[in-house]
């Protein structure tokens, strides 16, 4: 079983920063990759930024340049630095992890989400 936690989402003014933190834990053998997503009402969830256990990482266009994602492999912990926000950057943000279990096999969930929201 394997489990994450979420935390850095809020409130921001337009221009400004955050820093996502998604920690997994529990019955992890190894992480394959580890990434950030994204979900407006009434839209699919899309992909924000990921990244392997290798450190190579893969951004959605509208956030190159803005958005940083880093991994501590020793603490199966993934960050996602958001700089120069937009309040079209507002959103549920997800962690997602695919790991591989003690078992071998393949694990994928999901976090609870986090709100951000970035006012004009």
């Known amino acids: 079983q394997v489990q994450l936690v979420e935390s850095g989402g809020g409130l921001v003014q337009a221009g400004g920063s955050l820093r996502l933190s998604c920690a997994a834990s529990g019955s992890i053998f190894s992480i394959n990759s580890m990434g950030w997503y994204r979900q407006v009402p009434g839209k699919q969830r899309e992909l924000v930024a990921a990244i392997t256990s290798g450190g190579s990482t893969n951004y959605a266009d509208s956030v190159k340049g803005r958005f940083t994602i880093s991994m501590d492999n020793a603490k199966n912990t993934v960050f996602l630095q958001m700089n120069s926000l937009k309040p079209e950057d507002t959103a549920v943000y997800y962690c997602?992890?695919?790991?591989?279990?003690?078992?071998?096999?393949?694990?994928?969930?999901w976090g609870q989400g986090t709100q951000v929201t970035v006012s004009s």
């Open positions: 997602k992890a695919d790991s591989r279990l003690p078992s071998f096999l393949r694990s994928i969930i």
